[in-house]
């Protein structure tokens, strides 16, 4: 299994966890806003009863449908909230990554990423004193068995947000800190994840 196949897996596994809470909470939140405008319709039919019965039924469709209108924009709203959190704590659950867990996955990243083997591979202050010097041999070792060039060396540490690494070449940098890949799969994932989200049963 590749880096973003990994990274991959983990957006799908937290869909699954969450999915039928989320099925249930935007079930709920849709009855609750039906609920909320169908009392509002009735309170406004009730106060032009007086009018006219074909006037209140009129008010009653207009406001049934606004309530609709409403509750689907809310439903929406909540089930885009949910989306986001899955995403979330699949970036979370990276971040918690440690040992050789981590190193393998950084390793792959690093092996992935580079174009030509002669990157340097810039981690956080933490990851290159516990496992930087395995990273690049890891990474250089995979790109070995390529049958690619394997001459990749560790960058001095700097601050990497959320985790992750990056592969610097001159001015150029490959971007695989965590919350970028998590952001790239979103952009391509997004429907799929959406569907074990709100999937029936």
Do not use: W
Not at 26 to 43: G, N
Not at 45 to 67: P, Q, V
Not at 123 to 130: A, E, N, R
Not at 156 to 173: A, F, K, N, T, Y
Request: proline share 1%; aromatic share 2%; glycine share 8%.
């Amino acid at each position: 299994m590749t880096g973003i196949e990994k990274i991959s897996a983990r957006i799908e596994q937290d869909a699954h966890k969450t999915g039928q809470e989320a099925l249930q909470m935007a079930r709920q939140k849709a009855q609750e806003i039906i609920a909320e405008y169908q009392k509002e319709a009735d309170v406004m039919r009730a106060g032009i009863a007086e009018r006219g019965a074909a006037s209140a039924s009129d008010n009653r469709l207009r406001m049934l449908g606004a309530a609709e209108l409403e509750s689907r924009k809310r439903i929406l709203s909540v089930k885009q909230e949910l989306i986001g959190q899955v995403y979330k704590k699949a970036a979370v659950a990276l971040q918690g990554l440690g040992g050789d867990e981590l190193c393998s996955l950084l390793s792959r990243l690093c092996a992935e990423a580079c174009q030509t083997g002669d990157e340097k591979i810039v981690l956080s202050q933490s990851d290159f004193d516990s496992i930087g010097k395995r990273v690049c041999d890891e990474a250089n070792s995979l790109l070995k068995k390529e049958g690619r060039n394997a001459s990749l060396t560790l960058a001095e540490p700097r601050e990497i947000p959320g985790g992750g690494v990056m592969l610097s070449s001159g001015d150029i940098e490959a971007n695989c800190t965590f919350l970028s890949l998590v952001e790239t799969q979103k952009s391509y994932s997004v429907v799929d994840v959406a569907k074990i989200l709100f999937e029936e049963g």
